[in-house]
């Protein structure tokens, strides 16, 4: 039988900026990446003999012209709208995303926001750092919540948007999620709609989660009519994709009190400027693009690596394929 490599081994290399794959493998026992490149400086050299790339927005277009042995790409990001799929596809190389190895953190991540929303602990951070004493429960309006029986949207149930459903329910959270197709009810204790029945039920949710992927459909979906149409109490969180969202609409609904708030952990260009109104806005919780953090992230990521390589050398389905 045919290698697909040239060699008996795959030579592979990862790069990011942060995420250092190949130590997270080495001190999982697996000490099979030849190198890790910090930087697109640091890349450039090994690309004539790459076989395997793991690799997310250091990605340039640049790298398939200077990798001619290319054979597969792993994203590290579940994100893979920075990648050439088309020119990916016409060469024959594999993509994978990482969908799924951040489930654990991103889910996390939009509890603590709808707790901390809910609890108004970014209003008493305000205080203590004014050495304000301002026990919210002497305002009715804006008392702390209990989130039970509180109403959650969840755009994009992927595995992402799974686990956000299944923390909510836990909690007590009524939970609908948003899906393209709805063959089966998995879950009785959600309720599974289509993207087109989403208008009619913004009105009666409390948050509006976005974990959907950035597509041609899904592409500014969150406009004046979207944000018209919540709840003037809901908050939206996102961490999807920055361009979901019309950025300049949300930041109007969120000034005149269209909607309560919102919870970003991306943006439609990152880093978010300096100048945007969305820093001064006392009504927005802003994380910069972490929500997929962890401890764990780098480990799930090069465990998937090595999963999609052995899928690949087997001819078996790869994992999260995207081309």
């Excluded at 948050?207 to 908050?235: I, Y």
């Excluded at 401890?295 to 799930?300: D, L, M, S, V």
């Amino acid at each position: 039988m045919t290698s697909l490599w040239r060699n008996t081994r795959p030579r592979i290399i990862s790069a990011h900026p942060i995420y250092d794959i190949r130590a997270a493998l080495a001190a999982q026992g697996h000490d099979v990446i030849h190198a890790h490149a910090f930087s697109m400086e640091e890349l450039l050299p090994y690309l004539p003999d790459v076989d395997v790339l793991c690799i997310s927005m250091m990605w340039q277009n640049c790298v398939l012209e200077r990798a001619p042995h290319l054979k597969f790409v792993q994203s590290i990001s579940a994100g893979v709208d920075h990648f050439p799929q088309s020119q990916l596809r016409e060469r024959g190389i594999p993509l994978c995303s990482a969908g799924g190895t951040n489930a654990a953190a991103v889910s996390e991540h939009v509890l603590a926001c709808i707790l901390n929303i809910s609890r108004r602990l970014f209003e008493a951070r305000d205080d203590q750092k004014a050495r304000r004493w301002n026990p919210p429960g002497y305002h009715t309006v804006n008392r702390p919540q209990e989130v039970s029986g509180k109403h959650v949207i969840v755009i994009g149930y992927g595995q992402i948007g799974q686990k956000i459903a299944y923390l909510c329910r836990l909690l007590g959270m009524t939970v609908t999620a948003v899906k393209r197709q709805v063959a089966r009810q998995d879950d009785a204790d959600i309720e599974i709609i289509t993207p087109d029945q989403v208008p009619e039920n913004l009105p009666r949710a409390d948050f509006v989660v976005l974990s959907c992927p950035l597509t041609e459909q899904t592409q500014g979906l969150v406009g004046r009519d979207f944000l018209a149409a919540m709840n003037e109490k809901a908050w939206l969180i996102n961490v999807a994709r920055g361009k979901v969202v019309q950025e300049d609409a949300m930041i109007d609904a969120l000034r005149s009190g269209q909607i309560g708030g919102a919870a970003l952990d991306t943006f439609e260009v990152e880093p978010l400027p300096e100048t945007s109104s969305l820093w001064g806005l006392p009504n927005v919780l802003m994380t910069p693009h972490d929500a997929g953090d962890s401890q764990f992230y780098a480990g799930n990521v090069g465990r998937l690596l090595l999963d999609n390589i052995a899928r690949l050398e087997g001819g078996k389905e790869l994992k999260n394929r995207i081309v």
